[in-house]
C-alpha cells in the first residue's frame, strides 16, 4: 500500500513540492551563511519525493542554534513552502483518492514551517528504537 500511495505522491504533488525545495535550497546554498538551510531543504526535497513509510522525528539535541536558524528559514523559505503545501493539500482533498496524500501534506506543514532540529526516520526504525526501549539491553539480561 505504500509503494502505491508513494507513486501517486509522486506523480500528483511529490514531484512539484520537491522541486520547490531544491529551489530554495539552491538559492539558499549561494551564500555561505545559508548552505546549512540549503542542506535542510534538500533533505526535505529527499522526504517530499518518497514519504509514505517514514516519518520525521524531534532531535534530542537541537538547541538554540536550532531555534535561530527555524526563525531565519521562516522568513526566508518556510512560509513559502508552507503555503504550497496548504494548497496542495486543498486540491488533493477534492478527489476521494486524493484524501491520504492532502492529509500527507498537511502533515508537512510544520516540517517545512521549522525543519531544523528534526530528522527522518524509517517507520521500521522508528518502531525498532520504540520497542529497545530508553536503555539498550545487555545479552542475557531480562525485560524489566
Given amino acids: ?61 537541537a538547541g538554540v542554534a536550532s531555534a535561530i536558524g527555524n526563525v531565519l528559514w521562516f522568513v526566508l523559505a518556510g512560509l513559502w513552502l508552507a503555503i504550497a503545501h496548504a494548497l496542495s493539500g486543498v486540491a488533493l482533498c477534492v478527489t476521494i483518492i486524493g484524501i491520504p496524500l492532502g ?6 506543514i510544520p516540517v517545512s514551517l521549522l525543519p531544523l532540529g528534526r530528522t527522518i526516520v524509517d517507520n521500521d526504525d522508528l518502531r525498532a528504537a520504540y520497542t529497545a526501549g530508553p536503555y539498550p539491553r545487555q545479552p542475557g539480561q531480562g525485560t524489566m
Fill in 103 to 108: 492529509i500527507a501534506n498537511f502533515k508537512m
Fill in 1 to 61: 500500500m505504500r509503494f502505491v500511495l508513494n507513486v501517486l505522491w509522486l506523480v500528483l504533488s511529490g514531484i512539484w513540492l520537491s522541486i520547490g525545495y531544491v529551489i530554495a535550497g539552491v538559492l539558499l546554498c549561494l551564500t555561505i551563511i545559508g548552505i546549512p538551510f540549503g542542506i535542510a531543504a534538500f533533505r526535505i526535497a529527499n522526504y517530499a519525493l518518497w514519504p509514505f513509510g517514514r516519518t520525521i522525528i524531534r532531535t534530542e539535541s
